[in-house]
């Protein structure tokens, strides 16, 4: 792997990272996909700004409820 490295001007541990992804990729090692973390990402960030949005919608209406 070092020489590959080498010959590809990369840093020494990217590509062991790059296999492990490939492996988990490709359901031979356990683990979160690229994709499902993404989508996971994006989820959560999803339910941020929902929670967020929430929030402000309440503030106005307990003000007009105990109006």
Known sequence: ???????LGINP???PSWVN??????????GTTVGDG?????LE???RDLRRSS???RSPAAF????
């Not at 993404?38 to 994006?42: E, F, S």
């Not at 007009?64 to 109006?67: I, K, L, R």
Request: net charge negative; charged share 35%; hydrophobic share 45%.
């Open 1 to 7: 792997m070092s020489r590959v490295d080498e010959q």
């Open 21 to 30: 992804q490939a492996r988990v990729g490709a359901g031979d090692r356990p």
């Open 64 to 67: 007009f409820a105990g109006a």
């Open 13 to 15: 541990e990217m590509l």
């Open 38 to 42: 993404q989508r996971l990402a994006d």
């Open 55 to 57: 929030a402000i919608l």
């Open 45 to 47: 960030r999803e339910d």
